[in-house]
């Protein structure tokens, strides 16, 4: 659970959340003979250490009665006590330790109606249409929003990706470039303005069809326990071997996923541990190219690697792109520079529009930010 809810762009991305429910189902059948075979044990110790207990008492009374037939004690105090003793032990035992388990299992209690009791956050209408993809064009029209009550992160965003072309979004961090990304796949729902889809407003389809359609690679780099066949075909869970392989060679990672002794059977590890962030990269981009999804978003997916595993890895980028509409953010305008169209995004809007010469040339804030990153002979050859 706790995997699935770390994970959970992924699983929505992918529409991965009957699969999910499945994976939870399993681990709690688990989790279920877990506990029973906990619980057996503890039924069995339970009467043996009362019967040890009993056994002690009965030598305590056997001792006590000794001492009485020597005359040094008399029967009525021996009874009296012993009497007591057994008759208050237990009640006060449990008097003790009422008001703690009542108070801790109301609270438990009313946690749990309140999850039981709350509306699914992605409710929707069976009968909402699906979307349909031709061309792949993203349009926003004076879209705003806000996370929290009067904190504004976009305000009248409006642009047009493209269909099959890459457009590029860079500016200063928090200045609402993922936001971007979270409305498309519909994380969020904008506050004001539309995103439509090849003209089609995507709050009137379905999120299922919408992000069928949508291939995601995000900066996380986020993979699931299991093995490396596993975490590709995610992508597509009925792709064949031949299907996912041919993903893994397009995305540059055949090669060193057959380095390892067990090849595709490899484990990654709790989030991917076991491998290194190119490594992690080209496997996110091998799920991308399986799901084989028209238009594809890319969140910073080379932003921690070192430059020879991003070299690797945006070659990969470079195929996956191809024939697709690609939506692109980037803190490295290196990565940018070949992108049909670029978007300055500064403060929750758009301020800036065109292709790396054309900015350049505007000497404004692309031009600002080119500057930070390369020395002025490179500006000026630029």
Same mark, same amino acid.
């Given at each position: 659970m706790?995997e /699935? *809810?770390?994970?959970?762009?992924?699983v929505?991305s992918?529409?991965l959340? @009957?699969?999910?429910?499945?994976?939870?189902?399993?681990?709690i059948r688990?989790?279920?003979?877990?506990?029973n075979t906990?619980?057996r *044990?503890? #039924?069995?110790?339970? %009467? $043996?250490?009362?019967?040890l207990g009993?056994? !002690?008492v009965g030598?305590?009374? &056997?001792y006590?009665g000794?001492?009485v037939l020597n005359?040094a004690?008399m029967?009525?105090?021996?009874?009296s006590a012993? /009497?007591?003793?057994?008759l208050?032990y237990?009640?006060?035992k449990?008097?003790a330790?009422l008001?703690?388990?009542?108070?801790?299992n109301?609270t438990?209690s009313r946690f749990?109606f309140d999850?039981?009791?709350s509306a699914?956050?992605?409710?929707?209408?069976i009968?909402?249409?699906?979307?349909? *993809?031709t061309r792949?064009?993203?349009e926003?029209?004076?879209?705003?929003f806000?996370?929290r009550a009067?904190e504004?992160?976009?305000r009248n965003? #409006?642009?047009t990706?493209? !269909?099959?072309?890459?457009?590029? $979004?860079?500016g200063?961090?928090g200045?609402g470039?993922?936001?971007?990304?979270?409305?498309?796949?519909?994380?969020y729902e904008?506050? #004001?303005?539309?995103? =439509? &889809?090849? =003209?089609?407003? &995507? !709050?009137?389809h379905?999120?299922?069809?919408l992000? @069928?359609q949508?291939a995601?690679?995000s900066q996380? $780099?986020? $993979?699931f326990?299991?093995?490396i066949r596993?975490?590709?075909?995610?992508g597509?869970?009925g792709?064949t071997?031949?299907?996912f392989?041919?993903?893994?060679k397009?995305a540059?990672?055949h @090669?060193?996923i057959?380095?390892f002794?067990?090849g595709?059977?490899?484990?990654?590890g709790?989030h991917g541990?076991q491998l =290194?962030?190119?490594?992690?990269?080209?496997?996110?981009?091998a799920?991308?190219f399986?799901?084989?999804? %028209?238009?594809l978003?890319?969140?910073e997916p080379?932003?921690a690697?070192?430059a020879?595993s991003e070299?690797?890895?945006?070659?990969a980028l470079d195929?996956?792109?191809?024939?697709?509409? /690609?939506?692109l953010?980037?803190h490295r305008?290196?990565?940018?520079m070949s992108?049909d169209?670029i978007?300055?995004v500064d403060d929750g809007? &758009?301020v800036e529009?065109?292709?790396?010469?054309e900015?350049l040339?505007r000497?404004?804030?692309?031009?600002a930010f080119y500057r930070l990153?390369?020395?002025d002979?490179?500006v000026?050859?630029g």
């Amino acid at each position: 659970m706790q995997e /699935t *809810v770390q994970g959970i762009r992924a699983v929505k991305s992918y529409n991965l959340e @009957d699969r999910m429910r499945t994976r939870m189902d399993e681990n709690i059948r688990d989790l279920e003979a877990g506990l029973n075979t906990r619980a057996r *044990v503890v #039924s069995r110790t339970g %009467p $043996l250490m009362e019967t040890l207990g009993g056994m !002690a008492v009965g030598l305590f009374v &056997i001792y006590a009665g000794f001492s009485v037939l020597n005359g040094a004690k008399m029967p009525g105090e021996f009874f009296s006590a012993i /009497t007591a003793l057994l008759l208050a032990y237990e009640p006060a035992k449990r008097l003790a330790r009422l008001n703690l388990d009542l108070a801790a299992n109301l609270t438990l209690s009313r946690f749990l109606f309140d999850i039981l009791d709350s509306a699914p956050m992605e409710a929707e209408p069976i009968a909402m249409p699906a979307l349909k *993809v031709t061309r792949g064009e993203i349009e926003f029209r004076d879209v705003s929003f806000e996370y929290r009550a009067g904190e504004t992160v976009l305000r009248n965003v #409006s642009f047009t990706a493209e !269909a099959q072309r890459t457009t590029a $979004l860079v500016g200063t961090s928090g200045g609402g470039k993922s936001t971007v990304m979270n409305l498309i796949e519909r994380f969020y729902e904008p506050s #004001s303005g539309t995103i =439509s &889809i090849d =003209s089609q407003d &995507i !709050a009137a389809h379905s999120r299922h069809s919408l992000r @069928d359609q949508i291939a995601y690679v995000s900066q996380d $780099l986020f $993979l699931f326990s299991g093995t490396i066949r596993e975490n590709i075909r995610l992508g597509k869970p009925g792709a064949t071997d031949e299907e996912f392989i041919a993903a893994a060679k397009a995305a540059h990672a055949h @090669d060193f996923i057959m380095g390892f002794e067990n090849g595709y059977d490899t484990q990654v590890g709790e989030h991917g541990a076991q491998l =290194s962030g190119g490594q992690r990269a080209r496997i996110s981009i091998a799920r991308a190219f399986l799901k084989n999804a %028209p238009i594809l978003l890319l969140d910073e997916p080379t932003a921690a690697l070192d430059a020879e595993s991003e070299k690797e890895v945006q070659r990969a980028l470079d195929d996956l792109r191809k024939s697709r509409t /690609t939506l692109l953010i980037a803190h490295r305008l290196q990565t940018v520079m070949s992108a049909d169209k670029i978007c300055v995004v500064d403060d929750g809007s &758009i301020v800036e529009t065109g292709t790396h010469q054309e900015l350049l040339a505007r000497r404004g804030r692309y031009h600002a930010f080119y500057r930070l990153q390369f020395d002025d002979r490179n500006v000026v050859n630029g």
